[in-house]
């Protein structure tokens, strides 16, 4: 009988910050259908948390993961894809920051969702790759769009067409990852960082998420929840006073919904 760990989400909060980490340590924290389906609603218990304020996306022990489980793509290779295309929109619609930090594998599927997080902290000896070509799998013209729009054209194209894992300081240079850390300093960064994310005010970070994506006629709205709300008074009082700033405004509050 297998002793390995049911493959699962595992979830914490702490501090302003909501960590999930992807666990399935038999196939290097492969995803499997379950694992895909249950990243949404996850997503949106979280969004709806007043308390979390960041997102950090890892995965357990010394690898990211290793793309989708490929026994899912073995019974239904449309409705493996179909499934990871829903969960990397989940993630790429989250409110709120989100960080994926990464080391060892970041292949396929977790490539997928590395990408649709808004930042991506790694290890040196990191690995990513996308690989639908090694399986004859289309890859969706959403995930694609947002591949190009990360890494630009030719990057994308090397990835998509070939299927090879390039490192960390290529990925660096490519625009695909944020900052390259040693192994022993990523957790330390990522925490340190996270907690600079949960300090700052989610006005400012929601509105600028938004625009970055391209959504328009939103200008209005977000002016209306300058003036009205309490952040930017906050933020400048904090400044004259030379304090540290306590902002309150969250998406989705009776103060602040759309």
Avoid at 60 to 71: K, L, N, Q, R, V
């Amino acid at each position: 009988m297998s002793t390995d760990p049911l493959p699962q989400l595992v979830h914490a909060r702490a501090d302003g910050v909501a960590t999930v980490v992807i666990s399935h340590a038999a196939k290097r924290n492969a995803m499997t259908n379950a694992m895909w389906r249950a990243l949404p609603p996850l997503l949106d218990e979280l969004a709806a948390d007043p308390e979390v304020r960041v997102l950090v996306l890892t995965g357990e022990g010394a690898t990211f993961c290793a793309g989708a489980d490929i026994s899912g793509l073995v019974e239904s290779a449309d409705e493996a894809r179909e499934l990871a295309v829903r969960a990397e929109e989940a993630l790429a619609a989250f409110p709120k920051p989100t960080l994926a930090a990464v080391r060892g594998h970041c292949v396929g599927g977790g490539c997928q969702l590395a990408v649709a997080c808004d930042l991506r902290f790694v290890t040196e000896g990191a690995l990513f790759g996308i690989t639908p070509a090694k399986l004859g799998i289309v890859y969706a013209a959403s995930s694609t769009r947002r591949l190009v729009d990360l890494v630009g054209p030719a990057t994308a194209k090397y990835l998509l067409f070939s299927g090879e894992l390039i490192g960390s300081a290529r990925a660096l240079r490519s625009g695909l990852v944020d900052e390259v850390h040693a192994e022993d300093e990523l957790d330390k960064r990522v925490a340190e960082f996270a907690r600079v994310l949960a300090s700052r005010s989610l006005l400012t970070q929601v509105a600028a998420k938004e625009f970055a994506a391209g959504r328009t006629g939103r200008e209005e709205y977000f002016g209306a929840q300058m003036r009205e709300g309490d952040d930017t008074a906050e933020g400048v009082a904090a400044f004259l006073e030379r304090r540290t700033p306590r902002f309150s405004w969250m998406p989705g509050s009776s103060s602040s919904s759309a």
